[in-house]
C-alpha cells in the first residue's frame, strides 16, 4: 500500500532524520552493520570513518543498503540501496532507490500482499 502523496525529494528528506546505520555484506554473505553520519554532497551521500570491515566490504561488494531509523512506530524508516565507492577512509554512496517505509496495520496483512506505508522518493532535483 503506497501514500497517495507527491514524490518527495531525497535530498529533503535525509535532513529529518539524525544517524543511520549502514548495510554491508561480509565475504560470508552475512550482513554487517554500523552506525553512521551521513552527509550529502551533490547527489551522493557520504560516510566519513568507515572502519576495516566495511571498506573491504564496500570494496569487493559495492552495493550497500542505509536505514534511517524512525523516532517513533508513526513514523516512516528511511530506507536507501545504493552503489558505494571507497575513497579513503570514506564510502560515497550513489543512491540507487530510496523509500519512506513503515509497517501497515497487522490487520490489513494478506497472505502473498504486502500491507506496509511505502513512499518512493525522488533521487534527482528538480
Same mark, same amino acid.
Given at each position: ?43 551522493? %551521500?557520504?560516510?566519513? =570513518? ?5 571498506? @573491504?566490504?564496500?570494496? *569487493?561488494?559495492?552495493? $550497500?543498503? +542505509? ?32 523509500? %519512506?517505509?513503515?509497517? =501497515? ?5 494478506? @497472505?502473498?500482499?504486502? *500491507?506496509?506505508?511505502? $513512499?518512493? +522518493? ?5
Amino acid at each position: 500500500m503506497s501514500a497517495p502523496r507527491e514524490l518527495e525529494r531525497l535530498e529533503n528528506v535525509i535532513t529529518r532524520y539524525g544517524f543511520a546505520y549502514l548495510m554491508t555484506t561480509s565475504d560470508k554473505g552475512s550482513p554487517h552493520a554500523v552506525q553512521v553520519r551521513v552527509v550529502q554532497q551533490g547527489s551522493d %551521500l557520504v560516510v566519513n =570513518g568507515v572502519g576495516t570491515h566495511t571498506r @573491504a566490504n564496500a570494496l *569487493a561488494r559495492p552495493v $550497500v543498503g +542505509l536505514i534511517w531509523p524512525p523516532q517513533s512506530e508513526a513514523e516512516y524508516s528511511l530506507i536507501v540501496d545504493g552503489e558505494a565507492t571507497v575513497v579513503d577512509e570514506s564510502l560515497r554512496i550513489m543512491p540507487t532507490r530510496a523509500v %519512506l517505509h513503515r509497517a =501497515g496495520p497487522s490487520a490489513s496483512h494478506e @497472505a502473498g500482499k504486502c *500491507a506496509s506505508d511505502c $513512499v518512493e +522518493l525522488s533521487l534527482t532535483s528538480r
